[in-house]
């Protein structure tokens, strides 16, 4: 097991991020990028040399120009495919922080990874309090985090969890749209059948902002906020992706603006 402890805001925390045991055994655990920083630089290293080598073929990467440089965001994607948070993490050149739900690190094998790069963990049922804690962290940091609003992976878009909202609500981090195609069916190796056919391609979209207006919004307002990023990102996907946002004249920006 690996701890830490970690001087935040005056109180002394351990941080159980990369424990190898249950990583929300310990509540009070905050964000520290430091703690990450090594073992992020051997992961992309893995992911540039084997990962997006001999597992993952990426066939088209657009809008990358609107990943800032600096300061904090939450990129917001659809999610179709099992390696869709990898990928996101091995073409923006800044690291990013994803939120996955808690069995991911419960996987054979590849469960040590979000261990490694300190993805956040998310329990599912109800809300999360320690989990939105944790990605405030971040972004006060100034990092990126990574959500897939729906929660889950689905062929089309789904009803959203309001989460990624409330915490663009809450800090004034811009929100970042991200359509993935083509993910499903890797990992693979070259030498079988999925290989052959058409890889990933990732668009990223134009930056959002929730307006000043609305930055303590709550119940209905969250809602209605939700949906017109969800129209956004439904915007940017194929027809067959948007699921219940297929219908975007539907679409309204009363409670966002673009950047």
């Known amino acids: 097991m690996i701890e830490r402890v970690q001087l935040v805001s005056g109180n002394m925390y351990k941080m159980r991020l990369l424990s190898f045991h249950n990583p929300l055994d310990r509540p009070r655990a ?46 917001m994607m659809n999610h179709i495919g099992f390696v869709d948070p990898i990928i996101m993490v091995h073409i923006v050149p800044r690291n990013i922080v994803p939120l996955a739900k808690v069995e991911s690190y419960e996987y054979p094998v590849v469960g040590i990874f979000p261990r490694l790069w300190g993805v956040i963990p998310v329990q599912r049922d109800g809300v999360d309090r320690h989990a939105v804690q944790l990605a405030l962290d971040v972004i006060q940091a100034g990092e990126i985090l990574l959500v897939a609003p729906e929660g889950t992976r689905a062929p089309a878009l789904q009803a959203p969890r309001e989460g990624a909202v409330y915490l663009a609500s809450r800090s004034g981090a811009p929100i970042i749209p991200v359509a993935i195609e083509g993910s499903e069916g890797f990992p693979t190796l070259p030498f079988l059948s999925r290989w052959r056919k058409p890889g990933v391609e990732v668009t990223i979209g134009r930056p959002f902002r929730v307006r000043p207006t609305f930055r303590r919004a709550r119940g209905a307002q969250l809602k209605q906020m939700s949906d017109e990023a969800m129209y956004t990102l439904a915007a940017m996907l194929p027809p067959e992706r948007r699921g219940m946002y297929s219908d975007l004249s539907q679409t309204t920006q009363e409670m966002i603006e673009m950047v």
Request: hydrophobic share 45%; charged share 25%; aromatic share 10%.
């Open 30 to 75: 905050r964000y520290v990028h430091d703690e990450f920083a090594f073992q992020r630089r051997v992961c992309r290293f893995l992911l540039r040399t084997i990962g997006f080598t001999i597992l993952v073929k990426i066939d088209r990467i657009n809008g990358l120009k609107n990943i800032p440089a600096e300061g904090p965001a939450i990129l």
